[in-house]
């Protein structure tokens, strides 16, 4: 079974640039989340899909950063304009269900580093 | 406000000894608790959950976990470590009955496990 893919795995850019994140869920897994894990700290969720709506985006910076799932399958997470505090591994999950008991696969992650 | 503490941010074992990692957890209700671990460049890996029943759960690798209602506690556990098990571990949990997002974990910062010869 394939994993969870993300794409790129590494990006470095300047403050103020625009960056965007791929991810390509498991087959069949309905729910998709993005995480951000900054150095020294575990996961923070940023937001979740389900199908293709928004389930939680609670701890999105709006003003930066939007994701869409417009398929319901693959994703993309886009920050614009970066700050350097958005240095981080952005880490993407998916789950066959969004119930609480359901496992979540994690992807490698796409560390980005903002100059 | 609901959060998941890791107090050591490494622990170091001989191959062969036993070995804990902690985690303390402060939710409301009972939660849905969880372990992960993570490789250098690779993504979180899930080792076991707890939902209900045995507070003895077993997992991937010959890991296992207790969960402890009173002292609100899931330390990981392993009768004899391995170097290989050196890596990163994040326990997590998924509080019920509201607090955002469906199936929304949280994760303490993470412990690193080192494993020597």
């Known amino acids: 079974e394939a994993g969870v893919a993300q794409s790129p795995r590494y990006k470095i850019i300047e403050k103020r640039q625009s960056v965007a994140f791929w991810c390509n869920p498991i087959?069949?897994?309905?729910?998709l989340y993005w995480y951000q894990q900054i150095l020294g700290q575990g996961p923070k969720l940023l937001i979740q899909?389900?199908?293709?709506?928004?389930?939680?985006d609670s701890q999105l910076p709006k003003d930066r950063f939007s994701a869409e799932r417009l398929k319901g399958v693959d994703s993309t997470l886009k920050i614009q304009p970066a700050k350097l505090e958005d240095s981080a591994v952005y880490l993407c999950?998916?789950?066959?269900?969004?119930?609480?008991?359901?496992?979540?696969?994690f992807g490698p992650g796409t560390r980005l580093t903002v100059l | 406000a609901q959060s998941v503490a890791q107090p050591e941010d490494q622990v170091n074992v001989a191959e062969g000894n036993p070995l804990t990692v902690k985690c303390t957890y402060s939710?409301?209700?009972?939660?849905?608790l969880f372990w992960y671990v993570q490789y250098p460049n690779r993504g979180l890996q899930f080792l076991l959950k707890y939902i209900t029943g045995d507070n003895l759960v077993k997992g991937s690798y010959g890991f296992e976990a207790e969960f402890n209602k009173s002292q609100t506690s899931f330390h990981l556990k392993k009768p004899s470590a391995l170097v290989s098990d050196s890596a990163l571990y994040f326990c997590a949990v998924r509080p019920l009955g509201g607090g955002g997002g469906y199936n929304k974990l949280i994760f303490g910062a993470g412990t690193r496990l080192a494993v020597h010869p």
């Open positions: 999950a998916s789950s066959f269900r969004g119930g609480s008991y359901n496992e979540q696969f």
């Open positions: 939710v409301s209700g009972n939660p849905y």
């Open positions: 087959s069949g897994h309905a729910t």
């Open positions: 899909f389900q199908n293709n709506g928004v389930v939680d």
